[in-house]
């Protein structure tokens, strides 16, 4: 298939502006484009455009800058440690963020997001830590299955220990629940204006580090044959992996398999080079993660005042997962 990035990353912008568009429109009430530009565009207006402005619009861009960062964070793992599978969610990273997170906020009862989110960062990066380490213990400690296995252990043990923290607390936050399952819904404003730029510099830095991951993907040797010093990438990497994560979990909880399906979307239109690798994942997360929230709120509205926006991931993901799976172990 020829690979067409430009065209790719403009469709992939395109997406996720009419994803924005239909999440706008459709909800609980439902009202046309023309009261979507009325309500953007024009100050005052009627109760429909109060609502869209001051409810569904904040959604939005919060959805938007999540799935952003957590396809981001799952390019930049996949780029540098040069595995398929690698994802916030697989690495144990999304379970260790979240139980940092919930030890600052619920536990300890601080409201600063700030906080919040360097404990993500300290619980993901110890968890990142574990998995790599549990991972050395095999004979194919760099294997793809390896480091798969030991992410899922470490994840399994950590949302355990969060489970007990969340159980112990959940009567007294009662938003608790509901973040633990992911959600975009009913989250303070405050929290986008806080995470958006540590997104945006964190995606940067991805950025910065792209020309180097496609030289780390030829291989260690070839990397420092070429004067690559990996050790230093790789920690300004994982950095940006950990605060792009760190932000999406204190922002609307433990969503999975954002991080994991939008790069490989992404790698299949664009080729293997991650200039453009890590901008049209982001852009497919993002539409993604707005339309996964519009189905969350619309899909069961009779029954459900709203669906998990992680089961919904989830039940698209694990097939994907298997995909992967099964043609990485076709391949090695």
């Known amino acids: 298939m020829s690979r067409q990035p430009w065209p790719f990353l403009i469709c992939a912008g395109c997406a996720v502006l009419l994803a924005a568009i239909f999440a706008l429109c459709f909800g609980a009430l439902h009202v046309s484009v023309s009261t979507v530009v009325h309500a953007l565009f024009l100050p005052g207006g009627n109760l429909d455009e109060v609502a869209i402005r001051s409810l569904r619009v904040p959604r939005v861009i919060l959805a938007a800058i999540v799935g952003a ?57 110890l968890a990142l830590v574990l998995v790599f380490a549990i991972a050395q213990l095999s004979r194919q400690s760099h294997s793809v299955v390896a480091v798969a296995i030991a992410g899922f252990s470490v994840g399994i043990l950590v949302d355990g220990i969060t ?47 792209a020309r180097q991951l496609n030289v780390v993907n030829l291989g260690d040797e070839v990397a420092i044959g070429l004067g690559l010093r990996t050790r230093r990438l790789r920690l300004i990497t994982f950095g940006a992996v950990l605060a792009l994560t760190a932000c999406s979990v204190t922002a609307a909880g433990p969503i999975a398999f954002i991080g994991l399906i939008a790069p490989h979307v992404a790698r299949a239109f664009t080729g293997p080079d991650y200039r453009f690798v890590i901008p049209g994942a982001a852009l497919v997360g993002s539409a993604a993660l707005i339309l996964a929230d519009l189905c969350s709120r619309t899909i069961l509205a009779g029954v459900f005042d709203e669906l998990p926006i992680a089961a919904l991931t989830s039940a698209i993901g694990a097939p994907a997962l298997l995909f992967i799976l099964r043609r990485q172990i076709r391949t090695s």
């Open 163 to 209: 489970g007990i923290l969340i159980k112990w607390r959940e009567t007294q936050y009662e938003s608790l629940n509901r973040w633990a399952e992911g959600s975009i819904g009913g989250r303070d404003p405050e929290i986008t204006r806080a995470i958006v730029p540590v997104v945006l510099l964190a995606l940067a830095v991805g950025m910065f580090c």
């Open 69 to 125: 960062a957590l396809a981001g964070s799952g390019a930049l793992l996949q780029g540098i440690t040069r595995n398929p599978l690698g994802s916030p969610d697989l690495f144990g990273l999304l379970s260790g963020t979240e139980c940092g997170v919930v030890v600052v906020l619920y536990v300890f009862g601080s409201h600063s997001e700030l906080i919040a989110t360097l404990a993500g960062i300290a619980g993901g990066a």
